[in-house]
């Protein structure tokens, strides 16, 4: 029971980052209609600006985290206004592969810019863990805990509760008549798609120091990302936050209890078994 | 339009970015230098395959140093009876398929004579045919899984230890001396990490100790190790033997420490204190591991190396201002076999000229003597059992931790 008890918290832990992830993909599709294989690459991006602030400018570690996240947005916007502006309406194959493309791109800039070695960025947080019973846990993982849990929420209240989430929601219903009503919806367009990668990029800030940060780290969490939205419902965001906790705990118990060896066949098992019996996803509904 | 036109412009520079991101590969080095005085020989082309991307980047960047700084040393000592070296670089990301593309553009392209590498034993083990079929040797000096000699091949030569030496040097030690009574292994999903478990689990189980199910990690997706670490504390373990690339050993030392759990451990590659230092936030990470270690910088503290090692040490840091690694020597020392091999083939660049030169090899490196047995394995290799404290990194046998 004891080990059952310590599996499960080390999954809801790691499942968290992951639903945060798997988020802003979920946030870009279920708006844009974009599907962003780039996604992990900003979370990539953000974890290797936050070593050069942190590591190689000896920066405040929060001071960084708020500069890389800031650094990896501004590129974002660029990447938006420059490439994914322009596949409004297009295929949804085409921002698939576009944004393998960039992807690629990315990968291979950061080995330019930087270097393909794993690197390292340290935490203010003390490394040793509180435990209470089978429960061991870091001051990191509590900062990875409530740092999720604010940007979840932080994002659903922008959505539902202000003017701005109510015109991103008008702009994603009809657009035409969004603009109609004063909505500038080419600014809408980007303004989602960087909440989107603010997901990830949040993510890169807390998991890259957790980690190990390199270059392809961002392709593991894309991957992820996608198994996780597919099982929740394309475009929920309640499903994208259970199939991330779902995933994560799966994902642990699997190593606990299998083998650490098959723990990803597990993983994308689970995913293929929730959509056999819905296959919509967990919350997913079938369009029209 | 100007938008299609943007996009364009766009993904034509991404493009090029993308080229040009992968220039490490096939690119000849600048210390291949043409050779001047000798215009009727040409140079033994020597092909590496090293990991330059992906989860071993590290330590392929360091064997491609080493590997570099060897053949410089050589080309300005005049070469080899007669010919200077050239080195020809391919980059397999530690990856199978990745491996045999990189041998075959070397050995079709750039038509080398010999292969140095491939840096992992899975990528080693999936080249090997090839270089059969061409009849060119392939001289490694990092992968460690017992097949790659044991198959026999004919034209493999591994300067550096393999499972089978090293579990019989030091699996029996780990129990009896160390106290590793009930151990786990965390180990690489690839032909090197079981190769590891096939080899040690037996011989520690012969000396008394219990091994649990072995934990098998992919090592460039895994980054998370807690689940393992909690199955094998609650399995009883006392002791974890791990093989992975060195940036994961510091993740699982450091996942552990987070877990309140303090098993030994003990890492079955030679590492030390200056590659951990790179990649742990601190020493404290470390503190305690014990490891295999081999001459490249143990030697420091050995008096039968100490200015052979001594000398290396210098040159790598005046040449890269680095401090040395144990990935440094293993291609140095690689690089140097295949010089005498060239030299006892009286200059021959012939493939079955430098195989039968291979065998003849008897010279004492930065890693022991290399003296090849007839299935092309070294059986010279100096080996230590070490330990970490206090950051650094100590000889058992000279000097036993307290």
Redesign the interface.
Same mark, same amino acid.
């Given at each position: 029971m004891t080990l059952f008890i310590s599996l499960v918290f080390g999954g809801i832990i790691w499942g968290s980052a992951y639903a945060l992830v798997a988020l802003g993909v979920t946030i870009v599709y279920g708006m844009m209609r974009v599907i962003n294989f780039s996604h992990g690459d900003f979370f990539m991006l953000t974890a290797y600006f936050m070593w050069t602030f942190v590591t190689l400018l000896g920066m405040n570690f929060f001071l960084g985290a708020v500069l890389a996240l800031a650094a990896a947005l501004l590129f974002g916007a660029l990447v938006e206004r420059f490439l994914i502006r322009s596949l409004v309406d297009a295929p949804i194959i085409n921002s698939a592969l576009l944004t393998m493309g960039i992807s690629a791109v990315m990968q291979n800039a950061v080995i330019l810019l930087w270097d393909p070695q794993q690197k390292n960025i340290a935490t203010p947080f003390n490394p040793n863990s509180y435990q209470w019973g089978p429960i061991a846990i870091t001051q990191n993982q509590m900062f990875i805990l409530i740092t999720t849990a604010a940007a979840i929420i932080g994002f659903n209240l922008i959505l539902k509760r202000t003017r701005l989430g109510k015109a991103i929601r008008a702009t994603f219903q009809d657009r035409d008549v969004a603009a109609l009503n004063g909505i500038n919806t080419k600014w809408i367009y980007s303004l989602t798609f960087n909440l989107g990668i603010s997901m990830a990029c949040i993510g890169g800030i807390l998991l890259g120091p957790t980690f190990t940060v390199y270059p392809t780290m961002g392709a593991a969490a894309t991957l992820k990302s996608m198994g996780i939205v597919v099982m929740g419902g394309l475009g929920n965001f309640t499903g994208a936050i259970i199939g991330g906790l779902l995933l994560g705990i799966v994902e642990s118990l699997a190593i606990g209890y299998i083998s650490s060896g098959f723990s990803n066949a597990i993983c994308f098992a689970a995913v293929i078994l929730v959509l056999s019996i819905k296959p919509y996803g967990i919350l997913g509904e079938k369009r029209l | 339009m100007k938008?299609?036109r943007? !996009?364009s412009v766009? *993904?034509i520079i991404?493009m090029l *970015?993308?080229a040009?991101?992968?220039t490490p590969a096939g690119t000849e080095q600048p210390a291949a230098e043409k050779p001047e005085e000798s215009k009727t020989l040409e140079p033994l082309k020597i092909g590496l395959i090293v990991p330059? !991307?992906?989860?071993n980047?590290?330590e392929g @960047?360091n064997n491609q140093k080493g590997a570099m700084l060897a053949v410089k040393q050589i080309n300005e000592a005049g070469g080899v009876a007669g010919r200077k070296l050239e080195l020809v670089i391919e980059d397999d990301a530690n990856d199978v398929t990745s491996a045999v593309n990189a041998a075959q553009v070397l050995l079709d392209k750039h038509q080398v004579d010999i292969i140095v590498g491939p840096w992992g034993s899975s990528p080693a083990l999936a080249v090997m045919p090839l270089m059969a079929e061409y009849e060119t040797p392939m001289v490694v000096g990092s992968p460690t899984n017992a097949k790659i000699t044991d198959e026999n091949n004919g034209w493999v030569f591994r300067t550096c230890s393999n499972e089978v030496i090293n579990s019989e040097f030091a699996a029996a030690r780990l129990v009896t001396e160390l106290g590793f009574k009930t151990v786990g292994f965390m180990a690489n %999903?690839t032909d090197h990490g079981r190769g590891v478990v096939e080899m040690w689990a037996p011989a520690i189980e012969a000396a008394g100790g219990k091994v649990l199910?072995a934990?098998?990690? @992919?090592a460039? !997706?895994?980054? %998370?190790f !807690?689940? $393992?670490l909690?199955?094998l504390r609650?399995a009883g373990a006392d002791s974890i033997v791990m093989t992975p $690339?060195l940036?994961n050993a510091?993740?699982i030392l450091?996942q552990a420490?987070?877990? %309140?759990w303090s098993p030994k451990f003990f890492i079955t590659t030679g590492v030390n204190e200056n590659s951990l230092n790179k990649?742990?936030? $601190?020493p404290?990470i470390f503190e305690g591991l014990y490891a295999l270690g081999y001459t490249v910088l143990m030697g420091l503290q050995d008096p039968e190396y100490k200015d052979a090692v001594q000398k290396f040490v210098d040159d790598i840091y005046n040449e890269y201002g680095l401090k040395a690694e144990s990935n440094h020597g293993s291609s140095y020392d690689a690089i140097y076999t295949v010089a005498e091999a060239l030299r006892l083939a009286d200059g021959s660049t012939d493939g079955n000229d430098l195989r039968e030169a291979l065998f003849k090899v008897n010279f004492k490196g930065l890693r022991g003597v290399t003296q090849f047995d007839e299935k092309g394995q070294n059986q010279g290799l100096k080996k230590y059992m070490c330990y970490f404290k206090d950051g650094k990194e100590y000889i058992c046998d000279f000097d036993l931790p307290q």
């Amino acid at each position: 029971m004891t080990l059952f008890i310590s599996l499960v918290f080390g999954g809801i832990i790691w499942g968290s980052a992951y639903a945060l992830v798997a988020l802003g993909v979920t946030i870009v599709y279920g708006m844009m209609r974009v599907i962003n294989f780039s996604h992990g690459d900003f979370f990539m991006l953000t974890a290797y600006f936050m070593w050069t602030f942190v590591t190689l400018l000896g920066m405040n570690f929060f001071l960084g985290a708020v500069l890389a996240l800031a650094a990896a947005l501004l590129f974002g916007a660029l990447v938006e206004r420059f490439l994914i502006r322009s596949l409004v309406d297009a295929p949804i194959i085409n921002s698939a592969l576009l944004t393998m493309g960039i992807s690629a791109v990315m990968q291979n800039a950061v080995i330019l810019l930087w270097d393909p070695q794993q690197k390292n960025i340290a935490t203010p947080f003390n490394p040793n863990s509180y435990q209470w019973g089978p429960i061991a846990i870091t001051q990191n993982q509590m900062f990875i805990l409530i740092t999720t849990a604010a940007a979840i929420i932080g994002f659903n209240l922008i959505l539902k509760r202000t003017r701005l989430g109510k015109a991103i929601r008008a702009t994603f219903q009809d657009r035409d008549v969004a603009a109609l009503n004063g909505i500038n919806t080419k600014w809408i367009y980007s303004l989602t798609f960087n909440l989107g990668i603010s997901m990830a990029c949040i993510g890169g800030i807390l998991l890259g120091p957790t980690f190990t940060v390199y270059p392809t780290m961002g392709a593991a969490a894309t991957l992820k990302s996608m198994g996780i939205v597919v099982m929740g419902g394309l475009g929920n965001f309640t499903g994208a936050i259970i199939g991330g906790l779902l995933l994560g705990i799966v994902e642990s118990l699997a190593i606990g209890y299998i083998s650490s060896g098959f723990s990803n066949a597990i993983c994308f098992a689970a995913v293929i078994l929730v959509l056999s019996i819905k296959p919509y996803g967990i919350l997913g509904e079938k369009r029209l | 339009m100007k938008m299609i036109r943007i !996009t364009s412009v766009v *993904l034509i520079i991404a493009m090029l *970015l993308t080229a040009c991101a992968t220039t490490p590969a096939g690119t000849e080095q600048p210390a291949a230098e043409k050779p001047e005085e000798s215009k009727t020989l040409e140079p033994l082309k020597i092909g590496l395959i090293v990991p330059l !991307t992906g989860a071993n980047a590290m330590e392929g @960047d360091n064997n491609q140093k080493g590997a570099m700084l060897a053949v410089k040393q050589i080309n300005e000592a005049g070469g080899v009876a007669g010919r200077k070296l050239e080195l020809v670089i391919e980059d397999d990301a530690n990856d199978v398929t990745s491996a045999v593309n990189a041998a075959q553009v070397l050995l079709d392209k750039h038509q080398v004579d010999i292969i140095v590498g491939p840096w992992g034993s899975s990528p080693a083990l999936a080249v090997m045919p090839l270089m059969a079929e061409y009849e060119t040797p392939m001289v490694v000096g990092s992968p460690t899984n017992a097949k790659i000699t044991d198959e026999n091949n004919g034209w493999v030569f591994r300067t550096c230890s393999n499972e089978v030496i090293n579990s019989e040097f030091a699996a029996a030690r780990l129990v009896t001396e160390l106290g590793f009574k009930t151990v786990g292994f965390m180990a690489n %999903n690839t032909d090197h990490g079981r190769g590891v478990v096939e080899m040690w689990a037996p011989a520690i189980e012969a000396a008394g100790g219990k091994v649990l199910p072995a934990e098998y990690h @992919d090592a460039s !997706t895994t980054v %998370n190790f !807690t689940a $393992s670490l909690s199955k094998l504390r609650a399995a009883g373990a006392d002791s974890i033997v791990m093989t992975p $690339s060195l940036s994961n050993a510091v993740l699982i030392l450091k996942q552990a420490k987070e877990l %309140n759990w303090s098993p030994k451990f003990f890492i079955t590659t030679g590492v030390n204190e200056n590659s951990l230092n790179k990649v742990a936030e $601190s020493p404290e990470i470390f503190e305690g591991l014990y490891a295999l270690g081999y001459t490249v910088l143990m030697g420091l503290q050995d008096p039968e190396y100490k200015d052979a090692v001594q000398k290396f040490v210098d040159d790598i840091y005046n040449e890269y201002g680095l401090k040395a690694e144990s990935n440094h020597g293993s291609s140095y020392d690689a690089i140097y076999t295949v010089a005498e091999a060239l030299r006892l083939a009286d200059g021959s660049t012939d493939g079955n000229d430098l195989r039968e030169a291979l065998f003849k090899v008897n010279f004492k490196g930065l890693r022991g003597v290399t003296q090849f047995d007839e299935k092309g394995q070294n059986q010279g290799l100096k080996k230590y059992m070490c330990y970490f404290k206090d950051g650094k990194e100590y000889i058992c046998d000279f000097d036993l931790p307290q």
